[in-house]
Structures are given as C-alpha cells and as structure tokens.
C-alpha cells in the first residue's frame, strides 16, 4: 500500500465513502477527467456530514454549512471506468475558524491514487462570514475529544 503524501498525526475519525466509477466520470483519454476528482471528493465530504447535522436543510435552517476556502489536489495513479474505489477523508487540524481535510482516494488494491487537502471554514450564511466552530460541527467532521 502506497503512502499517504500528508500522513495524519492524530487520531481523528476516518470517514470511508466507496464509490464506482461510472461513465460520466471519464474524459477523452478513458480515465478520470481531473475536475472530476474534485465532484467525487465533495460528494464523500457531503456523505459524512450530512448524516450529522449538516445536510443542505439543516444548513439552510440553521444558517451555518462549511466552506472550501482553498483545495490542493495530487494525482498519482490514474481511474479508470467501473473502477471502485474508496475515499478516506480526515480532518487534520482545526486552529479557531480555519481546519484542514486530508481525503485520499485509494484503489481496490489499497494503492493511493489522489490525495486532496482542503482549507475549510464554517460560513455563517446570514453574517456573510467564517464563524468559530461550535461543538456540533467539530463532531460532525470527526475531531476526536470536541466537546
């Protein structure tokens, strides 16, 4: 199994999304298009937290949903159609507004193929600005000990 670029250096919780890779998801060369990596990166992301307290409604109603405020992205192996796949997704750190995602896509035989770190925040949608990250949300992204 390949090594990570960025190891994790905590015990956060990891969140796993398998996923397929279908048709839509390829370009011209028969593997996965690189903008394509970014839709399947949000929608592992979308997968964990919306399942805890922050789903598009619950974002709605309460006025605060996370924010990507900068995204690197590395591709090592390329993907290919009706490949499966797992994306491992796992918060670094987060210091005041600011917290880092590490999310790793890996093949069936464990290899890394992607791996992507988001800057994020939580954006009160009402103030129109990132906010401090109550209890609520620090769980739902799987910070180990939030109160």
């Not at 750190?93 to 590490?102: A, D, F, H, N, V």
Request: with cysteine; charged share 25%.
């Amino acid at each position: 199994m390949s090594q990570p670029l960025v190891t994790a250096w905590n015990d956060n919780e990891i969140f796993r999304c398998p996923l397929l890779i279908k048709e839509q998801h390829l370009d011209t060369f028969g593997h996965v298009n690189n903008a394509v990596y970014l839709t399947l990166l949000e929608e592992a992301r979308w997968d964990f937290i919306a399942g805890r307290g922050f789903s598009v409604a619950e974002i709605q109603k309460n006025g605060l949903g996370p924010t990507v405020l900068e995204f690197n992205i590395k591709f090592k192996r390329e993907l290919k159609l009706r490949q499966k796949i797992v994306i491992e997704s796992q918060t670094i750190s987060y210091e005041k507004k600011i917290g880092y995602l590490r999310q790793d896509i890996l093949n069936e035989a464990g290899e890394l193929c992607c791996q992507g770190i988001m800057t994020m925040g939580l954006f009160d949608t009402r103030e129109r600005k990132l906010v401090m990250p109550p209890p609520e949300w620090l769980r739902a992204i799987g910070i180990k000990g939030a109160p």
